[in-house]
Structure formats: structure tokens, C-alpha cells
């Protein structure tokens, strides 16, 4: 410890010290040339063994090697730039992914206790729901000792604001939502208990901040004003503030007290249904208290809740407690997709590594008499080494500075187009730092170890560190390159390819009966009114009724085996005329008779699963008691989820009690778009509580397509990022071994060799990097690819197209990269060669 301090005192002291050594060493040259003795020792020897006893002989070692470093860099601008930019796209990539991910798993909303706020889930071994019913959520509430609080969301249909067609997005909230998150308000008040806490007091509304502004002009005086939401009248409370952190990402324009839920959606049961799973619940750990513990706790609590009410419970059921103070919790499927982009934002980085590593190890053919020069005075193999290093440190810093520059760039364009939450910043916090750091120093010893290894060593002649370098670029870049073809091939059939159904003229109407408590009985009577008027309109060609509407909020499926494969099933509960009014070709058997049980309808691709080679007429699915005998086989549809690669559905017919639930489908003679307002004017004059959501699925399928495209162009930017950064990697590697073989060449071509030959013998030692490159890169892409069945609409995740398209364009390139620098020293003056050499 006192060796500790007595280094820190010289360092702080080092100018008055250095100063006293002077001082010392000049005396006594004074005192010796006075006593006769001329030889007073070299002094600048003499003072690096004085540095070497105060213990800080390395720093100046290090500040001789950083200016030296510089000197360096500057003195070859082109390498330096170049270098700079790869590094910069390859961190910039790897930290705008990392950041993006910060953002939204990592980063603590900006609210107090942020690390004690929980999201809470129900699972048991074959089910998952992040809703439970509200009656269950007062149970938690009111007997959970381990939360100081707990917050329910319950999200609704649009909502009508004085009667405008254009609706508007609506969540009810408990009235301690705002007060947990230490919400202020813009102007007016938030929702509290105090005043919005029970259904009989005076129902109010809180506007959105950009809600606000949009239809009342950021009037202040909004407070008070009253208002009709879904023909009721509410008070306008107050207003949220621009940077709103809430729970979950949720963004609604209206926020209204969960109490005050049936004044707006008549005859509603859903705050007294204890099996009616419909809000989210979220709530606060009591200081002290461990996500481990309140769980033990609501374990106990639902195995007590099972004895009250059975019903709404499931066998074993257990409640999940996981992070809530982060804008998302992590699901596997986003888990998945984090875990994608994070391997090719990687990818991308060993491919700008291995870019940086060539052209070092190309620049150091150039350096070769200054190394020799350096070692022939003294300096050892372990001194280049170092100052190597720290000449790879120095260009790793400022491609990292670059990177952190573009991925700034990037991410406020990003925050920009998706109108992200306004309390997200494209600001580095220490996370993204830390991660910067640690990429550049894994960068630097990829790019900066191997060729100061061999140039300290003076074996710049070895050709299998170079060998390694192109089979790492050739591998990463065809991961990425087939993937984005496997994209790119997936969108164009997303656009091109017809989904099963005839949806151009098709619009869903859910009138949200189960909402408004509406019985079988009532709900029949409803819909029979409604379907009967919707046929009398001179647009409309057919009507039918479907409980999971094309590309709804709401999916519905399973995971089965069939054989040795994992497939999900999507089921669905329709009316008899479901099939004919969405176009969706009868292939065998008959569809539905009105009220038939025990029965199921299976599309094509399910029926060749599950019975390759049979008539699948008269099987049966499902298990006993309840197995239903198959009685026809539709086309494929892809009813559910347009990016359902296996079209796997079933569908039975629907019963008496579905009809709650049961949304409308219309067929349009001509645009769908004309359907909407004589619906809505249906709908209501059946009951006036009654505010429909219509939606169009040529507008779905269309918004399916575009994520799908998106995620294809970003992909495919990478790939071409990555393809770039090869390119230059490449051209720069045979440049390096023309330099080093130019008189091998010249000789060659002047005993007569033929150009061709001689070009073949130059490239030779590249072709079995090319070629295990590539066989590497297409294993990876076909074990990871499975990753991206998800996004991959109608194509195999080893679709041959996309492989060999990719394949064949990186091996073209690459080999077009290493013929151009050869082929043009063959075109070198081979007098003036031999003479120079």
C-alpha cells in the first residue's frame, strides 16, 4: 500500500520532481567534471532508471507509442480512412442493435422505483394468458401483502368521440395507475383514487398529450369541458405529459377509470366475470420484498382462489412475477428476434474484423524496412509488438467513435419513423458505453492481434493467417447474404402470392356483444337482425359469421406433433356459409349444417399432414370424448396469421355459445370501403350502446405484408453492408500477395509463361478459403434460418433459390475482386520490375 501511494504522490508531483532530477543530475556533473572526470554516464539513461524507481516508466512509454501511433495514421490517410469507415459500420451496426435492445428490455422507465415494478402472468404446464379477469385481479390486489400496489389495463375497442367517424383508442385503467408510475399531469389532473375510484362517481376522462393537441389545439381550458365518448357523456379530467412512461408501451389517446368500464359499454359483465380473462395486471414490490417471494406468496393465493372459484383457475397454475419498469417484457418470440439480429449485427462485425485484419496485414508488406530497421538497432520483438497494439488501439478508438456517431444517427431516424414513446432518447447511457468499449477491445484483438503477431515476427510471407481471414469473410457474409435472399424471396411472395381467401372486398364487423353482456339468446337475435339488413344493401354479396376474424387482435393456436414435425394449429368456429362468403375453395366432402356437432372442417395442408396418401374423409381429430369426425377439406387459408407458413387450420361449426363472440364478415359487390358507414348505422340502431370496430382485410393484409418487407429490407441492407465489407476486404488481401509475388510474376512472364497460368497460380491459395468459407456460411445459415420461419411467409427456411441466388452472387463478386488487382499487375512493365528488383 505505501509502494501504492508513493507511485500516486509521484505521479501528482511528477513536473516538480522531474524538475528536482534535473536540478540533482546537473550538480553532480558539475561536482564530477570539477573532481577530473569527464564521463558522467549518458543522462537520458541515467533518467529512465530514475522512472523506473518511481514505477511510471510505462506511461511514457505509452504516450511515446500514442504519438508515434498518430504519426503513423496520419502518414497513410487512405488505409486509415478506409479502416476507420469498416470499423465504424461494423460497431455502428453492433451498437445500434445493442441499443435498440437497451431500450427496450434494459432501460428503466423514467419513473420512481422502476427496479420494483412487476408484470404479472398466468401459466400452467400447457397455458399462458399475460390477462386474467378482473374479479381475480381484486382478489390479488386486496390479498398480496408483497405488493405495496397492484395496477390492472384493460384494453377496449375504439372509441367514438362526439360521434366522429375517425375513432379513437381508449384504455381503462385502475385509478392508482398514474399515481404508482409518479405521473404529473400537463394540465388538469390524472386519474386518482380518491376521485375515480368506485362506478358512482362522476365519470371522467384523461387525454393523451397528442390527442390534445391534434383536436383541441393544446387548449388549456379543455379541463371541465364535457365530452361524449360512445354517446356518453365524461368530463375531461386532464392531460398526460408529452413524455409519458407507462406500462407495457402502452400509448392510448383516452385513459379512463376500469369502475366506470360499464357506463361506457352497456350491459357489460366483464368486471364481475370471473372466467372473462381481459386485463393485463402489473403491479409494485413491497420495499424489501424479492420477485422469489411475492411469488411463493400468489402461489398460495391461487391455490386458495382455486377452492372459491374453480372456474377461474386452471390446473396448476401458477403466477409468473417478471420485470415490468422496462417498455416491454421480453416474450420468447421477441427473445428470438433479439437473438437474430444480435448474431448478424456480429456477423457483420467479424466480417469489418477480418476487413481491417487483411488490410493491416497488406500494409504491412510496406513497412517491412522500417520494422527491420527498428529490430537492427535494438528494439525487441516484444516493443513492435506493443507498439502495434497500440497503433490497433488507436484505430479501433476512432471507429468506434465513428460507430457511435452512426448509430446516434441511425437511431434517431428510427425513433423518428415508428413514433416511438418520447421519453426514449437516442443518448448513450452507460450501458451502451460499456458495450462500445468492450466490442472495440474484442475488435482490436481480432483485427490488430494476429497481423502484429506476424509482423513483430517478420512472417508477413505466411500465407494461413490470410487464408483465415477470407474463409471467415466468405462464411459470415453467406449467412447473411442467404438470409436476407430467404427475406427478400419471402416478401415477394407475401406480395405476389394469393393468401387463400378472396380479401380485396372483405370487412370484418365486430360488434363486441360478450362486452355488453349480451347472452346466446340475445346475441343471436342481434346478429340474425344484423345479417339480415347487411344482405338488403345493394353492396354487399355475403355475409357470414366467424369467431377469429381475418387477421384480428385476437389468434388462436396450438402446438402439436404430427409425425416427427413440431406445427401450429389454428382453429376457428364459423357459420355454415363462412367458406363461400371468404372464397375459400370446398376441395372434399360438404361444409357445415346449421347447429352440427362433433364435426370439423380441415384445410389441405392439415389433411396431407395428418393422412399423407388417405381420403380424410370419416378420420377423426381430437381426443375422446371429444373427437370430431372430419367431414370436409377446404383450400389453404391463411385465416389467422398470414405469415403461417403450414396453413394448418380447423374449423367448427359454430354453437350457441359462441354467438357472444361471433364477429360479422361481409363480401362487398364493390369497394369494401363504402361498407363501414351503413354498418356502423346498423349496428347502433340495433343497440345504440353498440360501437363496432370495422375493419378491412385488404388494409390487414396489406400492414402483414409491409412488416414483412421491413424486416426484409433491413436484412437485406445488412447483407449488402456485409458483401461491401468483403469486397474491400478481399480486393485488399490479393493486393497484399500480388505486392509480395510481383517478382515471381515478372520472372514468370518473362520465361513465357502464359498470362492465365500465371494469374491461376497467384490465386490458387484463395480457393479452398472460398470454397470452405462458403460451405461454413451456407451450414450456419440452414441451422439458424430455422430461427426466421416466423417472418418467412410461403417460403422454406432452405428454400434452393435463395441459397443459390446468394451464393452465386457472393462467389461471383468474390472471385471479381480477386481477379481485378492480379489481373492488373499482369498488365506491370516486366523490364522495369527485374531491373528495380
Given at each position: 500500500?505505501?509502494e501504492?501511494?508513493?507511485?500516486?504522490?509521484?505521479?501528482?508531483?511528477?513536473?516538480r520532481?522531474?524538475?528536482?532530477?534535473?536540478?540533482?543530475?546537473?550538480?553532480?556533473?558539475?561536482?564530477?567534471a570539477?573532481?577530473g572526470?569527464?564521463?558522467?554516464?549518458?543522462?537520458?539513461?541515467?533518467?529512465?532508471?530514475?522512472?523506473?524507481?518511481?514505477?511510471?516508466?510505462?506511461l511514457?512509454?505509452?504516450?511515446?507509442?500514442?504519438r508515434?501511433?498518430?504519426?503513423?495514421?496520419?502518414?497513410?490517410?487512405?488505409?486509415?480512412?478506409?479502416?476507420?469507415?469498416?470499423?465504424?459500420?461494423?460497431?455502428?451496426?453492433?451498437?445500434?442493435?445493442?441499443?435498440?435492445f437497451?431500450?427496450?428490455?434494459?432501460?428503466?422507465?423514467?419513473?420512481?422505483?422502476?427496479?420494483?415494478?412487476?408484470?404479472?402472468?398466468?401459466?400452467?404446464?400447457?397455458q399462458?394468458?399475460n390477462?386474467?379477469?378482473y374479479?381475480?385481479?381484486?382478489?390479488?390486489?386486496?390479498?398480496?401483502?408483497?405488493?405495496?400496489?397492484?395496477?390492472?389495463?384493460?384494453?377496449?375497442?375504439?372509441?367514438?368521440?362526439?360521434h366522429?367517424?375517425?375513432?379513437?383508442?381508449?384504455?381503462?385503467?385502475?385509478?392508482?395507475?398514474?399515481?404508482?408510475?409518479?405521473?404529473?399531469?400537463?394540465?388538469?389532473?390524472?386519474?386518482?383514487?380518491?376521485?375515480?375510484?368506485?362506478a358512482?362517481?362522476?365519470?371522467a376522462?384523461?387525454?393523451?398529450?397528442?390527442?390534445?393537441?391534434?383536436?383541441?389545439?393544446?387548449?388549456?381550458?379543455?379541463?371541465?369541458?364535457?365530452?361524449h365518448?360512445?354517446?356518453?357523456?365524461?368530463?375531461?379530467?386532464?392531460?398526460?405529459?408529452?413524455?409519458?412512461?407507462?406500462?407495457?408501451?402502452q400509448?392510448?389517446?383516452?385513459?379512463?377509470?376500469?369502475?366506470?368500464?360499464?357506463?361506457?359499454?352497456?350491459?357489460?359483465?366483464?368486471?364481475?366475470?370471473?372466467?372473462?380473462?381481459?386485463?393485463?395486471?402489473?403491479?409494485?414490490?413491497?420495499?424489501?420484498?424479492?420477485?422469489?417471494?411475492?411469488?411463493?406468496?400468489?402461489?398460495?393465493?391461487?391455490?386458495?382462489?382455486?377452492?372459491?372459484?374453480?372456474?377461474?383457475?386452471?390446473?396448476n397454475?401458477?403466477?409468473?412475477i417478471?420485470?415490468?419498469?422496462?417498455?416491454?417484457?421480453m416474450?420468447?418470440?421477441?427473445?428470438t428476434?433479439?437473438?437474430?439480429?444480435?448474431?448478424l449485427?456480429?456477423?457483420?462485425?467479424?466480417?469489418?474484423?477480418?476487413?481491417?485484419?487483411?488490410?493491416?496485414a497488406?500494409?504491412?508488406?510496406?513497412?517491412?524496412?522500417?520494422?527491420?530497421?527498428?529490430?537492427?538497432?535494438?528494439?525487441?520483438?516484444?516493443r513492435?509488438?506493443?507498439?502495434?497494439?497500440?497503433?490497433?488501439?488507436?484505430?479501433?478508438?476512432?471507429?468506434s467513435?465513428?460507430?457511435?456517431?452512426?448509430?446516434?444517427?441511425?437511431l434517431r431516424?428510427?425513433?423518428?419513423?415508428?413514433?416511438?414513446?418520447?421519453?426514449?432518447s437516442?443518448?448513450?447511457?452507460?450501458?451502451?458505453l460499456?458495450?462500445a468499449?468492450?466490442?472495440?477491445?474484442?475488435?482490436?484483438?481480432?483485427f490488430?492481434?494476429?497481423?502484429?503477431?506476424?509482423?513483430a515476427?517478420?512472417?508477413?510471407?505466411?500465407?494461413?493467417?490470410?487464408?483465415?481471414?477470407?474463409?471467415?469473410?466468405?462464411?459470415?457474409?453467406?449467412?447473411?447474404?442467404?438470409v436476407?435472399?430467404?427475406?427478400?424471396?419471402?416478401?415477394?411472395?407475401a406480395?405476389?402470392?394469393?393468401?387463400?381467401?378472396?380479401?380485396?372486398?372483405?370487412?370484418?364487423?365486430?360488434?363486441?356483444?360478450?362486452?355488453?353482456?349480451?347472452?346466446?339468446?340475445?346475441a343471436?337475435?342481434?346478429?340474425?337482425?344484423?345479417?339480415?339488413?347487411?344482405?338488403?344493401?345493394?353492396?354487399?354479396?355475403?355475409?357470414?359469421?366467424?369467431?377469429?376474424?381475418?387477421?384480428?387482435h385476437v389468434?388462436?393456436?396450438?402446438?402439436?406433433?404430427?409425425?416427427?414435425?413440431?406445427?401450429?394449429?389454428?382453429?376457428?368456429?364459423?357459420?355454415?356459409?363462412?367458406?363461400?362468403?371468404?372464397?375459400?375453395?370446398?376441395?372434399?366432402?360438404?361444409?357445415?349444417?346449421?347447429?352440427?356437432?362433433?364435426?370439423?372442417?380441415?384445410?389441405e395442408?392439415?389433411?396431407?399432414?395428418?393422412?399423407?396418401?388417405?381420403?380424410?374423409?370419416?378420420?377423426t381429430?381430437?381426443?375422446?370424448?371429444?373427437?370430431?369426425?372430419?367431414?370436409?377439406?377446404?383450400?389453404?387459408?391463411?385465416?389467422?396469421?398470414?405469415?403461417d407458413?403450414?396453413?394448418?387450420?380447423?374449423?367448427w361449426?359454430?354453437?350457441?355459445d359462441?354467438?357472444?363472440?361471433?364477429?360479422?364478415?361481409?363480401?362487398?359487390?364493390?369497394?369494401?370501403?363504402?361498407?363501414?358507414?351503413?354498418?356502423?348505422?346498423?349496428?347502433?340502431?340495433?343497440?345504440?350502446?353498440?360501437?363496432?370496430?370495422?375493419?378491412?382485410?385488404?388494409?390487414?393484409?396489406?400492414?402483414?405484408?409491409?412488416?414483412?418487407?421491413?424486416v426484409?429490407?433491413?436484412?437485406?441492407?445488412?447483407?449488402?453492408?456485409?458483401?461491401?465489407?468483403?469486397?474491400?476486404?478481399?480486393?485488399?488481401?490479393?493486393a497484399?500477395?500480388?505486392?509480395?509475388?510481383?517478382?515471381?510474376?515478372?520472372?514468370?512472364?518473362?520465361?513465357?509463361?502464359?498470362p492465365?497460368?500465371?494469374?491461376?497460380?497467384?490465386?490458387?491459395?484463395?480457393?479452398?478459403?472460398?470454397?470452405?468459407?462458403?460451405?461454413?456460411g451456407?451450414g450456419?445459415?440452414a441451422?439458424?434460418?430455422?430461427?426466421?420461419?416466423?417472418?418467412?411467409?410461403?417460403?422454406?427456411?432452405?428454400?434452393?433459390?435463395?441459397?443459390?441466388?446468394?451464393l452465386?452472387?457472393?462467389?461471383?463478386?468474390?472471385?471479381?475482386?480477386?481477379?481485378?488487382?492480379?489481373?492488373?499487375a499482369?498488365?506491370m512493365?516486366?523490364?522495369?520490375?527485374?531491373?528495380?528488383?
Amino acid at each position: 500500500m505505501r509502494e501504492l501511494f508513493r507511485r500516486i504522490h509521484y505521479l501528482l508531483s511528477r513536473r516538480r520532481l522531474d524538475a528536482e532530477l534535473e536540478n540533482d543530475m546537473e550538480f553532480h556533473r558539475e561536482m564530477a567534471a570539477h573532481a577530473g572526470n569527464a564521463n558522467f554516464g549518458n543522462t537520458l539513461r541515467l533518467r529512465e532508471r530514475a522512472y523506473e524507481a518511481w514505477g511510471w516508466t510505462w506511461l511514457d512509454r505509452l504516450k511515446q507509442d500514442l504519438r508515434f501511433g498518430v504519426r503513423i495514421l496520419v502518414r497513410s490517410p487512405g488505409f486509415t480512412l478506409v479502416a476507420t469507415l469498416v470499423l465504424a459500420i461494423g460497431v455502428g451496426v453492433n451498437v445500434s442493435a445493442f441499443s435498440l435492445f437497451n431500450m427496450v428490455a434494459l432501460k428503466p422507465l423514467p419513473v420512481p422505483d422502476a427496479n420494483r415494478l412487476v408484470r404479472l402472468e398466468r401459466r400452467s404446464a400447457d397455458q399462458y394468458t399475460n390477462q386474467m379477469s378482473y374479479p381475480s385481479f381484486l382478489f390479488y390486489q386486496k390479498h398480496a401483502h408483497m405488493l405495496s400496489a397492484a395496477m390492472a389495463v384493460l384494453g377496449v375497442p375504439p372509441m367514438d368521440i362526439d360521434h366522429d367517424e375517425q375513432l379513437t383508442s381508449a384504455s381503462f385503467v385502475t385509478p392508482n395507475y398514474f399515481v404508482e408510475l409518479g405521473t404529473r399531469p400537463a394540465v388538469g389532473r390524472l386519474l386518482n383514487p380518491g376521485r375515480d375510484g368506485s362506478a358512482e362517481d362522476a365519470p371522467a376522462v384523461v387525454l393523451s398529450y397528442g390527442l390534445w393537441q391534434r383536436r383541441f389545439g393544446g387548449d388549456p381550458d379543455v379541463v371541465g369541458r364535457v365530452i361524449h365518448l360512445n354517446g356518453k357523456p365524461v368530463t375531461i379530467a386532464g392531460v398526460t405529459p408529452f413524455a409519458l412512461a407507462t406500462l407495457g408501451g402502452q400509448d392510448p389517446d383516452l385513459w379512463l377509470p376500469i369502475a366506470q368500464q360499464p357506463y361506457f359499454v352497456a350491459h357489460s359483465t366483464i368486471l364481475q366475470d370471473w372466467t372473462n380473462g381481459s386485463v393485463q395486471m402489473w403491479g409494485k414490490l413491497a420495499p424489501g420484498v424479492s420477485a422469489t417471494a411475492a411469488a411463493q406468496e400468489l402461489l398460495v393465493l391461487t391455490n386458495e382462489l382455486r377452492h372459491e372459484h374453480p372456474e377461474a383457475v386452471w390446473d396448476n397454475e401458477r403466477i409468473q412475477i417478471s420485470p415490468g419498469g422496462h417498455l416491454q417484457v421480453m416474450q420468447p418470440r421477441m427473445v428470438t428476434l433479439a437473438e437474430m439480429i444480435g448474431v448478424l449485427a456480429l456477423l457483420i462485425l467479424v466480417v469489418a474484423c477480418a476487413n481491417v485484419g487483411g488490410l493491416t496485414a497488406a500494409r504491412a508488406v510496406t513497412r517491412q524496412h522500417e520494422i527491420g530497421i527498428r529490430m537492427a538497432i535494438g528494439a525487441g520483438r516484444w516493443r513492435i509488438f506493443r507498439q502495434l497494439c497500440t497503433e490497433s488501439l488507436l484505430l479501433g478508438a476512432m471507429g468506434s467513435l465513428a460507430g457511435m456517431a452512426l448509430s446516434w444517427a441511425v437511431l434517431r431516424i428510427v425513433l423518428t419513423k415508428f413514433d416511438a414513446p418520447k421519453w426514449l432518447s437516442a443518448r448513450p447511457d452507460w450501458r451502451v458505453l460499456l458495450f462500445a468499449a468492450g466490442i472495440t477491445v474484442v475488435a482490436m484483438l481480432f483485427f490488430g492481434l494476429l497481423p502484429a503477431l506476424q509482423i513483430a515476427r517478420q512472417r508477413q510471407q505466411k500465407t494461413f493467417a490470410r487464408q483465415i481471414l477470407v474463409g471467415l469473410q466468405i462464411a459470415a457474409s453467406s449467412v447473411l447474404l442467404i438470409v436476407a435472399a430467404l427475406l427478400v424471396h419471402a416478401a415477394q411472395h407475401a406480395l405476389y402470392t394469393d393468401p387463400g381467401f378472396g380479401y380485396q372486398q372483405i370487412v370484418s364487423i365486430d360488434p363486441q356483444l360478450s362486452q355488453h353482456g349480451y347472452s346466446p339468446a340475445a346475441a343471436r337475435n342481434y346478429l340474425n337482425q344484423m345479417e339480415s339488413r347487411l344482405r338488403a344493401l345493394p353492396d354487399v354479396r355475403a355475409v357470414s359469421l366467424v369467431q377469429l376474424p381475418p387477421l384480428g387482435h385476437v389468434v388462436s393456436s396450438w402446438t402439436t406433433e404430427i409425425g416427427t414435425r413440431k406445427v401450429t394449429i389454428y382453429p376457428n368456429w364459423v357459420a355454415p356459409n363462412f367458406f363461400r362468403t371468404m372464397e375459400i375453395p370446398l376441395r372434399l366432402g360438404r361444409t357445415f349444417h346449421p347447429g352440427e356437432k362433433h364435426v370439423v372442417i380441415v384445410s389441405e395442408s392439415f389433411a396431407r399432414e395428418q393422412w399423407p396418401g388417405k381420403n380424410p374423409l370419416g378420420e377423426t381429430v381430437g381426443a375422446a370424448p371429444n373427437r370430431d369426425t372430419v367431414i370436409g377439406v377446404v383450400g389453404d387459408a391463411h385465416i389467422n396469421a398470414l405469415s403461417d407458413d403450414d396453413a394448418l387450420e380447423q374449423y367448427w361449426a359454430a354453437q350457441p355459445d359462441n354467438l357472444p363472440d361471433m364477429v360479422v364478415v361481409v363480401r362487398a359487390a364493390g369497394q369494401s370501403g363504402q361498407i363501414g358507414p351503413a354498418a356502423r348505422a346498423i349496428a347502433t340502431s340495433l343497440d345504440a350502446s353498440v360501437f363496432p370496430e370495422i375493419r378491412q382485410v385488404k388494409a390487414l393484409v396489406r400492414e402483414n405484408q409491409r412488416m414483412i418487407e421491413d424486416v426484409a429490407g433491413i436484412v437485406s441492407l445488412v447483407g449488402l453492408i456485409a458483401l461491401s465489407l468483403a469486397v474491400i476486404g478481399l480486393v485488399g488481401l490479393v493486393a497484399f500477395v500480388v505486392t509480395q509475388r510481383t517478382k515471381e510474376i515478372a520472372i514468370r512472364i518473362a520465361v513465357g509463361g502464359h498470362p492465365l497460368i500465371v494469374l491461376s497460380a497467384v490465386l490458387r491459395q484463395f480457393r479452398w478459403p472460398l470454397i470452405l468459407g462458403a460451405a461454413s456460411g451456407t451450414g450456419l445459415a440452414a441451422f439458424g434460418s430455422s430461427l426466421l420461419r416466423v417472418a418467412l411467409y410461403g417460403v422454406n427456411n432452405l428454400d434452393p433459390i435463395s441459397y443459390a441466388a446468394a451464393l452465386g452472387l457472393l462467389l461471383l463478386i468474390a472471385i471479381a475482386s480477386m481477379i481485378l488487382p492480379a489481373a492488373r499487375a499482369l498488365r506491370m512493365d516486366v523490364a522495369a520490375i527485374l531491373h528495380y528488383e
